[in-house]
T-cell receptor, first 114, second 112 residues
């Protein structure tokens, strides 16, 4: 069973607008969540994270929101830029941030059009 | 990528053959992780090491898969009697910070 789900395989937005990528999870033991970005022919790279004790974390144009009651998190990119075009993976951990054992979603391909 | 070198980058093998995939964490990281990524999916945890000790191998699909890490940091993931369903990208990763994994470029394995 898929414990971390990204139900939208792809998303297309116009440059300058907001991109919202969604992620749902089923395991209530998850206590740390991350987003990774992947360009073609490269490995995934860390983007932003959030602990379950918070509901929002912001880093520049990127903000992650966590709704524990709904078991839902989202990544907002504002404003979106063409260089943001990539595959975005949501990931979760039940290890209190102590290990790199992560459960990943299937990924959402974001295309930002100039 | 991320101070992790993997070889080979591409490997095509015939069904039934054994393959060995190599990971060299260039900067000597304590923890080393192996993930597998099927086409159109996210990375899937296989196993990890602290130093040369294998801490968790719960993600290895079956006993055809094994991994070791020699003293000195290089790790090898071995798949015996390969099957077509083993075709995937195999990625090695190291911990750069709290849960911040740095992934290598991976080895694309194709079993024909």
């Amino acid at each position: 069973d898929q414990q971390v789900k990204q139900n939208s395989p792809s998303l297309s937005v116009q440059e300058g607008r907001i991109s919202i990528l969604n992620c749902d999870y089923t395991n209530s033991m998850f206590d740390y969540f991350l987003w990774y970005k992947k360009y073609p022919a490269e490995g995934p790279t860390f983007l932003i994270s959030i602990s379950s004790i918070k509901d929002k974390n912001e880093d520049g144009r990127f903000t992650v929101f966590l709704n524990k009651s709904a078991k839902h998190l989202s990544l907002h990119i504002v404003p979106s830029q063409p260089g943001d075009s990539a595959v975005y993976f949501c990931a979760a951990s039940a290890g209190s941030g102590n290990t790199g054992k992560l459960i990943f979603g299937q990924g959402t391909t974001l295309q930002v059009k100039p | 990528g991320a101070g992790v070198s993997q070889s080979p980058r591409y490997k095509v093998t015939k069904r039934g053959q054994d393959v060995a995939l190599r990971c060299d964490p260039i900067s000597g990281h304590v923890s080393l992780y192996w993930y597998r990524q099927a086409l159109g999916q996210g990375p899937e945890f296989l196993t990890y090491f602290n130093y040369e000790a294998q801490q968790d191998k719960s993600g290895l699909p079956n006993d055809r898969f094994s991994a070791e890490r020699a003293e000195g940091s290089i790790s090898t993931l071995t798949i015996q009697r390969t099957e077509q369903r083993d075709s995937a990208m195999y990625r090695c990763a190291v911990v750069l910070g709290q849960l911040m994994l740095g992934f290598g470029q991976g080895t694309r394995l194709t079993v024909v």
